[in-house]
């Protein structure tokens, strides 16, 4: 998980003093899903429009 080596996770974390699990749950988990969905929505993208390299 990028939690364990992001040191923004652990200035939130020190900082506002929420717990790991609060901080993972509106910091993290939002950057996963955001992450899966652009992933997604590139391949969407290179499968409707394909780039002919030739």
Do not use: A, N
């Not at 996963?32 to 780039?51: H, K």
């Amino acid at each position: 998980m990028c939690f364990v080596t992001d040191p923004y996770f652990w200035l939130l974390h020190r900082e506002t003093g929420d717990e790991v699990k609060k901080i993972f749950t509106y910091y993290t988990l939002p950057q996963i899903v955001i992450g899966i969905t652009t992933c997604i929505l590139v391949v969407i993208i290179q499968l409707l429009f394909p780039v002919s390299l030739l």
